[in-house]
């Protein structure tokens, strides 16, 4: 059974820094990877989606590596901005997404 | 303007009540999906359909009915049998019927409050 574990649950950090987000998955036998973004009381925007194909994607100032023989990926945000601040998912595709319990992220001027 | 759309934004029932969420979406999606968002939990899947007028129950469907008479709108019931129901809960689509490997795009959302 597939499980997504977030490290870390929580992170303040002062603008400009630039910042990592882990995302593990125990069954490598995925399709693709998501990276979505949450605001508070709202949907899901998606942010990146790595096929399992793919070592990397970017966008921005956002780049999502994965590495699937190790179970792992990772969202790699430059230059942070209190913009950013938000829950950050990650959910791996086998027949259903399996949603990781999110990054919550405050960037602080 | 395309996207998904989840009415209402909130909604407050009593007890022993059934209460219908909506979701319309514009994208010409094949596939749609009801999740659940409770505090410090992932989203859970309840049901999911790749097909008009056909679907299956995902992981915490018990409690959860929905119907899938048009493409474009995935109605989610939730009965009085379901024992906890206050929660946030998404819509979600994806073109490519069974072809799961497609970006979801996900709606706004709708928090049920049951007391």
């Known amino acids: 059974k597939q499980e997504v574990t977030q490290i870390p649950a929580a992170l303040s950090v002062p603008e400009g820094e630039n910042l990592v987000l882990n995302c593990s998955f125990t069954d490598s036998a995925i399709y693709n990877l998501q990276w979505f973004r949450q605001d508070p009381g709202k949907g899901l925007t998606s942010l990146l989606l790595?096929?399992?194909?793919?070592r990397e994607q970017t966008s921005g100032r956002l780049n999502a590596s994965l590495d699937k023989s190790s179970g792992r990926s990772t969202l790699y945000i430059a230059a942070s901005q209190p913009g950013d601040s938000a829950t950050y998912l990650c959910?791996?595709?086998?027949?259903?997404?399996?949603f990781g319990t999110g990054t919550r992220l405050q960037v602080f001027p | 303007d395309g996207g998904i759309t989840q009415s209402p934004k909130y909604l407050f029932r009593k007890e022993g009540q059934n209460v219908t969420l909506s979701c319309e979406q514009n994208l010409n999606h094949d596939a749609m999906y009801w999740y659940r968002q409770d505090p410090g939990q992932g989203l859970r899947l309840i049901y999911y359909?790749?097909?008009?007028?056909?679907?299956q129950k995902g992981d915490i469907a018990e409690g959860y009915s929905v119907s899938r008479e048009k493409k474009e709108s995935f109605p989610l019931t939730v009965t009085s049998a379901q024992k906890n129901p206050t929660a946030f809960y998404l819509c979600a689509s994806r073109r490519g019927g069974q072809a799961v490997s497609y970006e979801q795009y996900f709606g706004p959302g709708t928090r049920l409050t049951v007391t």
């Open positions: 359909s790749q097909i008009v007028n056909d679907f």
């Open positions: 790595i096929q399992s194909s793919q």
């Open positions: 959910a791996a595709l086998t027949d259903k997404l399996i």
